[in-house]
């Protein structure tokens, strides 16, 4: 069965540091989506993007974050200058269409010390 | 957004035993997904069910739509169905799907 490919499965990495978490979503997906899980929490959205741009964003998506999908396969999330409080399980998800149902990663385990 | 309720928070249950978690939303739905997230904090989906009842072996969901609920069966519980449970929905006003999810049902199996 196809599936959502995230890497790496575990990122450390100093507060104010740059990371990029990617995402291979499934081929034939048009829509992707992030999400995050803090520690115990429940799953919150970050972003969802279609034909190449951002289509809905929340709050917690600030100009720290950007997505992008630079070669038609792979979907990245940057964080451009990490804070303590980004460290979370970080979830790619794809799915075919706007209302069907959205397949996710296994996630990122991003730990900023 | 809407609101997403899951009840019980927590349930603890002896290996062999039945349960129902419940999804109460606040609007009406595009998408609802049942999750399971496993120890190593993967979600795997266990049901896309907008309306309407389907089963998979032990596993079963219904959801109300016109009453904005749904609910998981798990029958014959083993301790590899401990873990949280989360339901998750789309609402009609989401331009691109977005998911709202529950705090979700830490369900303990024990032997």
């Known amino acids: 069965e196809p599936e959502v490919t995230q890497t790496p499965s575990h990122q450390v990495t100093q507060m104010g540091q740059e990371v990029i978490l990617r995402c291979v979503p499934i081929?034939?997906?048009?829509?992707f989506y992030w999400y995050r899980q803090i520690l115990g929490q429940k799953v919150e959205f970050l972003v969802s993007f279609y034909n190449n741009e951002i289509s809905e964003k929340s709050e917690i998506f600030d100009d720290q974050f950007s997505v992008e999908r630079p070669d038609g396969s792979n979907f990245t999330l940057k964080i451009r200058s990490t804070k303590l409080e980004d460290s979370a399980m970080y979830f790619c998800?794809?799915?075919?269409?706007?209302?069907?149902?959205?397949?996710f990663g296994a996630g990122t385990r991003l730990s900023v010390l | 957004g809407i609101q997403v309720e899951q009840s019980p928070p927590d349930l603890i249950l002896q290996e062999g035993a039945n349960s129902t978690l419940r999804c109460n939303f606040s609007d009406s739905v595009n998408n609802l997904q049942w999750f399971h997230q496993n120890p190593w904090g993967q979600l795997i989906n266990l049901f896309y069910i907008p309306s309407g009842t389907k089963q998979n072996g032990r596993l079963s969901a219904t959801t109300v739509a016109t009453e904005r609920y749904s609910l998981l069966y798990i029958s014959s519980s083993q301790t590899t169905d401990s873990g949280v449970y989360f339901c998750a929905v789309s609402d009609r006003g989401s331009t691109l799907g977005r998911l709202y999810f529950g705090r979700g049902t830490q369900l303990t199996v024990w032997p």
């Open positions: 081929s034939n997906h048009l829509y």
């Open positions: 998800a794809s799915s075919v269409g706007r209302e069907d149902i959205q397949y």
